[in-house]
């Protein structure tokens, strides 16, 4: 054979079937829902027996668009939603109307200084050159929310770099920071899914003071290291004093239900310095030649 062009594939594309199948004849069948290519039937694809292929969806698509974009690695920042950015902290106090608001507003603008070790801890990742083969590593991720999430992404945004977030749909209206890179920006429906693409690249992670959703996505990755589903990363819990006040680790260690050395996969940092510090330490522990 001489004609060695002989073409990559014989099916007419996806997209070029899809414009085609909105130029149809207008008849009671094509009208029908059963007509509509599956692909592009939404009320087919929210049917609750769709659920398995809602899951695949939603793993499928932010995995595969960071791997068009070369994201080999991420530094994920997980914490409160309500911690505010020191320019609005005095705000909040001058909001709460009883001694209850006082307290809680206080406590909060107490924590704001974590917005700012956020946010440097962010330019110190997103500063990571890309490696010989174009690869983006250390890549800051976080919830692409407000207050500490906000500042992660911020953090990237000062210095020039791209940023991702995960934002997940919630009852009450809510959008990503405006600090997230817009085509690294995903929306999801699964928390499941939401955190495991939180870890699937992570290398770092950082922990700030927050609620519930930080309890969640701390825990399960320390359970997940814990039992060894996936390998050792570098775990930084930012403000011993909260961490220490809302979860009494040796408490765990006394009553028998976790091992002493479990302890150890947390590292206690209160700045953005320390953090960096203790990744770098890991790294090179983890990389040096063995004796």
């Known amino acids: 054979m001489t004609q060695k062009n002989i073409g990559e594939r014989i099916f007419r594309p996806a997209r070029q079937e ?10 009671p069948q094509t009208q029908s829902a059963s007509y509509r290519l599956a692909f592009q039937d939404t009320e087919f694809l929210l049917r609750e027996d769709l659920r398995p292929v809602r899951f695949q969806l939603e ?22 939603a309500r911690i505010p950015s020191p320019e609005k902290a005095q705000a909040l106090i001058d909001a709460a109307r009883s001694d209850r608001d006082r307290r809680i507003a206080n406590n909060l603008a107490a924590k704001a200084k974590y917005y700012d070790e956020a946010r440097k801890l962010a330019r110190l990742a997103a500063a990571c050159p890309t490696d010989s083969a174009g690869c983006r590593h250390f890549v800051v991720c976080s919830g ?10 911020r953090g990237a945004h000062d210095v020039g770099a791209r ?3 995960l934002n997940i749909v919630l009852p009450h209206e809510q ?3 405006e600090y997230v890179t817009p085509e690294l920006s995903f929306q999801f429906h699964y928390f499941a899914l939401r955190k495991m693409h939180f870890l699937i690249r992570a290398r770092a992670l950082a922990v700030f003071p927050g609620g519930f959703g930080t309890f969640d996505e701390m825990f399960e990755l ?12 570098p775990i930084l819990l930012f403000g011993r004093d909260f961490w220490n006040r809302v979860v009494d680790f040796e408490a765990l260690v006394e009553e028998g239900v976790i091992a002493p050395s479990d302890l150890n996969l947390i590292t206690w940092v209160e700045t953005a310095e320390e953090a960096w510090a203790a990744v770098n330490a890991f790294y090179e522990e983890r990389d040096a030649p063995a004796n």
Do not use: C, H, W
Request: overall charge negative; cysteine-free; glycine content about 8%.
């Open 144 to 153: 692409g929310g407000p207050s500490i999430m906000e500042a992660a992404n």
């Open 175 to 177: 959008a990503p920071n």
């Open 18 to 27: 899809a414009r085609d199948a909105k130029v149809t004849v207008d008849t």
């Open 163 to 165: 940023s991702i977030g």
């Open 59 to 80: 793993l499928m698509k932010p995995e595969v668009l960071l791997d068009e974009a070369n994201i080999v690695s991420t530094f994920v920042f997980y914490g409160s």
């Open 222 to 233: 320390l359970t997940l290291v814990q039992t060894g589903k996936i390998k050792p990363i």
